[in-house]
């Protein structure tokens, strides 16, 4: 066979299991989601606030379930859609599409650089970007900062956005970290493990990696490297 489809079918395979893992790792999250929202209904709703808060919960769980089941439609031969995206834009939009509930205690800084565009998929981007950010917010169970920083670099000559995401939360041991990106490995009690797994499997579908540093009581920095096109920089860009 030769090389370039034997390297097809091992793209295909590569993206048919994160598609898999995107979908089951959103849809429990929604149901878990929906769960804790019904352990609280009886006894709040009547307070005011937790009727809107419920209200915006659902709206935005079945905005989020037609969203999943739309992309799985017109994903079903499991072809990224590759344009030419603004990675500071993704993560803005998603940063204001935190939930207040979630970004409470949370003080979120945002730094970022002027980039050039990548070649990427905006949903799948947007996937990978969220589960990284809410991993961080849940590392800080009594609140902290997050901050998020882009910036264009050079790499071996070749142009490269570096994200940061950072956390001043509890942080992680040497031993997990070696395992912190396999299938199945979850520090969250109802955890499927398949959030950063399936971020770096995204990452890698779009010529990127991601690295993490992290110590017990320090907080955690992800960061990912990514293309960028090179025929969209700057020289005085670079940092």
């Known amino acids: ?79 990224i859609v590759k344009l030419r995206v603004d990675i500071n834009q993704i993560l803005s939009e998603l940063i204001d599409g935190l939930p207040h509930r979630v970004r409470r205690n949370v003080q979120i800084e945002n730094h970022v650089s002027e980039l050039p565009l ?8 947007h996937n990978a970007f969220h589960s990284i950010i809410e991993n961080a917010i849940e590392a800080m169970p009594e609140g902290g900062i997050l901050r998020v920083k882009t910036k264009l670099i050079k790499q071996r000559n ?34 499927l493990g398949l959030g950063l797994f399936t971020s770096q499997q995204i990452f890698a579908l779009h010529q990127g990696k991601i690295e993490v540093e992290s110590a017990p009581g320090m907080g955690t920095t992800f960061r990912i490297l990514l293309p960028a096109d090179a025929n969209d920089s700057k020289e005085d860009r670079y940092h």
Do not use: C
Request: charged share 30%.
């Open 1 to 79: 066979m030769p090389a370039s489809k034997t390297r097809k079918k091992v793209v295909h395979a590569s993206l048919e299991r994160t598609v898999d893992s995107v979908i089951v790792h959103d849809m429990k999250n929604l149901a878990f989601r929906l769960s804790a929202l019904l352990q609280n209904l009886e006894e709040n709703y009547e307070n005011p606030l937790f009727k809107k808060n419920m209200t915006d919960i659902l709206s935005d769980t079945i905005r989020k379930m037609d969203a999943i089941v739309k992309r799985f439609r017109e994903e079903r031969q499991h072809v």
């Open 118 to 125: 990548v070649w990427g998929d905006p949903f799948y981007l």
């Open 158 to 191: 070749k142009p490269k956005i570096s994200i940061e995401i950072t956390d001043t939360g509890v942080g992680m041991t040497r031993s997990f970290l070696d395992k912190l990106f396999s299938p199945f490995v979850s520090t969250k009690e109802q955890g």
